[in-house]
C-alpha cells in the first residue's frame, strides 16, 4: 500500500503590499520598518545599534567601497563592500551627498571603520529581513 | 565630523555590542529569548577577543 509522504508545506509568500513599506522604510531608516510596524522598542534600538555603528565608522576614518571590477577577489571584495555600505540607506546616501570621501590608509583605525560602516548596512539587512518576517506574520 | 581613535580592545568591544544586541532582536521570537541570546553574542564575541588575542601574544613569544 502506497503511503503517502507528509512534508511541511513552505509558508506561502505574503502579498507584495504588505511588506513592501516596511522592508523600504527599514531599508531608508534602520528600524523604521519596526517603528512602521508597530514595534517601537525593537526599532528604537536597531536605530541606535546601527546608526552608531555607522558613525564610528565614519569618526574612524573608514573607507566606503565603489564598484570596481578586476581580478575575482577585487570585484567580489569591492561590490560586496558596495552592496553592504548601500544597505545603511539614508546614512550611507547622506554621507555621500555631503561628500565623505576617503582614501584606503593604512592602519588598524580605519580598517576597523571600514568594516564599521560594511557591517552596519548588513546589520540593516538583517533588521529589514526581521521587518519582513513581522509584516508577513511569521513573527510578533 | 569629528575625528576618533580607538583602540583595538575599545573598537572590537563597541562592533561587539552594536552586532549583538542587532543579532539577539532579528533572530528569536521572544522578548526574553532576545536578551538571553544577545548576551550569549555578546559573551562569545568578547570570549573570542581575549582568546585570539592570547593565541596572538603566545604566538609571538
Known amino acids: ?140 | 565630523m569629528p575625528k576618533m581613535n580607538l583602540s583595538h580592545f575599545e573598537a572590537a568591544f563597541l562592533f561587539s555590542l552594536f552586532a549583538s544586541v542587532v543579532l539577539g532582536i532579528v533572530t528569536k521570537k521572544t522578548d526574553r529569548d532576545r536578551l538571553y541570546y544577545g548576551s550569549y553574542c555578546f559573551v562569545c564575541f568578547l570570549g573570542a577577543l581575549f582568546g585570539i588575542g592570547w593565541v596572538m601574544r603566545l604566538g609571538h613569544g
Open chain 1, 1 to 140: 500500500m502506497a503511503t503517502k509522504e507528509t512534508t511541511p508545506d513552505k509558508p506561502k509568500m505574503p502579498p507584495i503590499n504588505v511588506w513592501a513599506g516596511p522592508v523600504l522604510v527599514g531599508w531608508i531608516v534602520p528600524g523604521g520598518g519596526h517603528f512602521l510596524l508597530k514595534r517601537p522598542g525593537r526599532g528604537a534600538l536597531l536605530l541606535v545599534s546601527i546608526t552608531l555603528m555607522f558613525l564610528l565608522g565614519l569618526m574612524t576614518r573608514g573607507m566606503m567601497f565603489t564598484p570596481q571590477s578586476g581580478d575575482l577577489l577585487t570585484t567580489v571584495i569591492n561590490y560586496g563592500g558596495f552592496i553592504g555600505d548601500l544597505a545603511s540607506g539614508a546614512l550611507y546616501l547622506v554621507a555621500m551627498m555631503f561628500g565623505y570621501s576617503q582614501p584606503d590608509m593604512a592602519g588598524a583605525v580605519h580598517d576597523y571603520g571600514t568594516k564599521f560602516l560594511v557591517t552596519a548596512g548588513l546589520l540593516n539587512i538583517l533588521a529589514m529581513v526581521d521587518a519582513y518576517e513581522i509584516a508577513a506574520e511569521r513573527k510578533s
